[in-house]
């Protein structure tokens, strides 16, 4: 049943872009090997293990994710591997970990590049020998698991900076996928915006047939998608919920834009020094954004479309990036 139920998530969209990356992805499900997933927040990483994973002969397996981002650094280790009764304070009974469950299956690793370096270690040890220990034990266990890794992060950058092993890196990547951001899909904004529409029409009792006016399918032909297939969903499903009818005539991209902020004076007005540093943050972070866009994500190319070296780059990355 659960097999049933991911493969029919089927994604949607005809760009060639797109059509190169499924089938890029189909060719590489039926091969046994590690996959890395690389592509922006949004972008749809998560599906696309989905459909690896369903399209492989491992489809009748279990498929486990990991949201490594949403788990502490220091409980990452006794979510993969488990661990034995007493091996911490609190640890009142064996647990099996990650790996364990997905035997015979798929482990999907999302975010895999905040993995701390010494789980890394055991992930290497995995991928090289099929082997590894619980925590708190020192029983050696085998397993036959297929690692597939996603990421929106710059992961030879990390091996550089000493965040991520060579070596592991090395194993991983028998194929590296991009997924395509959605800005580069073209029609295919159109196709998904109208699934969208249609899903949040039935859930508002709606007549399924959503139209869109000519000033909305330029804005969303025209925007950059920075947040990508998640944000299209978000804007149109509001913009559903909040239109009198089927017919779409306005879109509001940020939800934060707040309608009772003071208007700025127009013309040679003077200037608030007290919102100075205000606007200096908000001048960076958009900038920071469209260096990003415009090099698909990369920062050292970010970095030199903005004049900046690698590191201040970085530091502006980190600064910011739960804004970016």
Not at 84 to 104: D, H, I, L, P, S
Not at 108 to 127: A, M, S, T
Not at 193 to 217: G, P, Q, T, W
Not at 280 to 294: D, G, N, P, T, W
Request: hydrophobic fraction near 40%.
């Amino acid at each position: 049943m659960a097999a049933q139920e991911g493969y029919t998530q089927q994604p949607l969209g005809e760009s060639e872009v797109f059509l190169d990356f499924q089938a890029k992805l189909s060719r590489v499900a039926a091969v046994n090997r590690p996959v890395l997933l690389v592509g922006e927040r949004g972008s749809g990483k998560e599906i696309a293990a989905r459909r690896l994973h369903f399209l492989s002969p491992r489809w009748d397996k279990s498929l486990i994710t990991v949201n490594c981002a949403a788990l502490p650094p220091s409980l990452i280790e006794t979510e993969l591997f488990g661990y034995e009764q007493g091996a911490f304070t609190g640890a009142q009974k064996t647990r099996k970990g990650r790996f364990e469950e997905a035997e015979g299956g798929t482990l999907f690793l999302d975010e895999i590049g905040l993995i701390p370096l010494e789980v890394q270690e055991k992930i290497l040890r995995v991928v090289e020998y099929g082997t590894y220990e619980r925590v708190g034990s020192s029983v050696t266990h085998e397993v036959n698991v297929r690692i597939v890794g996603a990421t929106n992060a710059d992961l030879p950058s990390l091996v550089e900076e000493g965040k991520f092993k060579q070596d592991l890196l090395d194993r991983l990547s028998f194929e590296v996928l991009f997924l395509p951001p959605l800005r580069e899909r073209g029609e295919d904004i159109l196709t998904l915006a109208y699934f969208f529409a249609s899903k949040m029409a039935i859930e508002c009792n709606r007549s399924v047939l959503v139209s869109f006016s000519d000033s909305v399918v330029d804005q969303l032909l025209s925007y950059s998608w920075p947040g990508n297939v998640r944000e299209l969903k978000n804007v149109i499903e509001r913009a559903v919920y909040r239109s009198e009818d089927s017919h779409i005539e306005a879109l509001q991209f940020d939800p934060f834009a707040n309608p009772f902020e003071p208007k700025k004076p127009s013309g040679e007005q003077s200037i608030t020094l007290g919102a100075f540093e205000e606007e200096r943050i908000e001048f960076e972070i958009r900038y920071l954004k469209e260096a990003l866009v415009q090099a698909g994500g990369n920062q050292k190319e970010a970095a030199k479309l903005l004049g900046l070296t690698y590191d201040q780059l970085r530091g502006l990355y980190r600064k910011y990036q739960d804004r970016v």
